[in-house]
T-cell receptor
Framework: GENVEQHPSTLSVQEGDSAVIKCTYS??????FPWYKQELGKGPQLIID?????GEKKDQRIAVTLNKTAKHFSLHITETQPEDSAVYFC????????????FGKGTMLLVSP | EAGVAQSPRYKIIEKRQSVAFWCNPI?????LYWYQQILGQGPKLLIQ????????DSQLPKDRFSAERLKGVDSTLKIQPAKLEDSAVYLC????????????FGPGTRLLVL
């Protein structure tokens, strides 16, 4: 089955800095790669996703890049703000037709004012 | 648009007791998922329904966990009997359909087994 590795497990930045979180996956047939943000006591919320036919996608301060050859994808957050502090999860589907998602272990991002 | 609803939000039980969780997906969403999230880890899929049929339950501990989705809408997840290692957050999610569709998560039910 799919295996997703996520790094780093924790990331501390100063407000205004950029943050980068990286994930690798094992199943070369995976086609769909979402990123979720989870705040304390809440369920995960989709912030951006990318499909295998696209190398990069951007939405305001958030961007995701995908390298299918190397089987890795990354989340980039620019001009970080304290409200960006949360746990971020990457995921990859298994292209089984049911698109079962396998999640990484998460990155706790702390943005200090 | 109302989000995914779950209840209860918190539950504390003793080991060997039974517990049930309820989920109401977003209206019109055909696919419903139950995930288990242990502290410090990402969500792990337990079972996936397409309408009222199961499409993936390969990671569901079937000796103690069961789930159903009556009439293709609401769903319940049951644990009987509970073990200490079942302490986790149980998340329900739904999507319009399967196949790379956005999954929308509910707030989760936090279960503590003593």
């Amino acid at each position: 089955g799919e295996n997703v590795e996520q790094h780093p497990s924790t990331l501390s930045v100063q407000e205004g800095d950029s943050a980068v979180i990286k994930c690798t996956y094992s199943d070369s047939a995976s086609n769909y790669f979402p990123w979720y943000k989870q705040e304390l006591g809440k369920g995960p919320q989709l912030i951006i996703d990318i499909r295998s036919n696209v190398g990069e996608k951007k939405d305001q301060r958030i961007a995701v890049t995908l390298n299918k050859t190397a089987k890795h994808f990354s989340l980039h957050i620019t001009e970080t703000q304290p409200e960006d502090s949360a746990v971020y999860f990457c995921a990859a589907d298994d292209n089984s037709g049911y698109s079962t998602l396998t999640f990484g272990k998460g990155t706790m991002l702390l943005v200090s004012p | 648009e109302a989000g995914v609803a779950q209840s209860p939000r918190y539950k504390i039980i003793e080991k060997r007791q039974s517990v049930a969780f309820w989920c109401n997906p977003i209206s019109g969403h055909a696919t419903l998922y139950w995930y288990q999230q242990i502290l410090g880890q990402g969500p792990k899929l337990l079972i996936q329904f397409q309408n009222n049929g199961v499409v993936d339950d390969s990671q569901l501990p079937k000796d103690r966990f069961s789930a159903e989705r009556l009439k293709g809408v609401d769903s319940t997840l049951k644990i009987q009997p509970a073990k200490l290692e079942d302490s986790a957050v149980y998340l329900c999610a739904s999507s319009l359909d399967q196949g790379g569709q956005t999954q929308y998560f509910g707030p989760g039910t936090r279960l503590l087994v003593l």
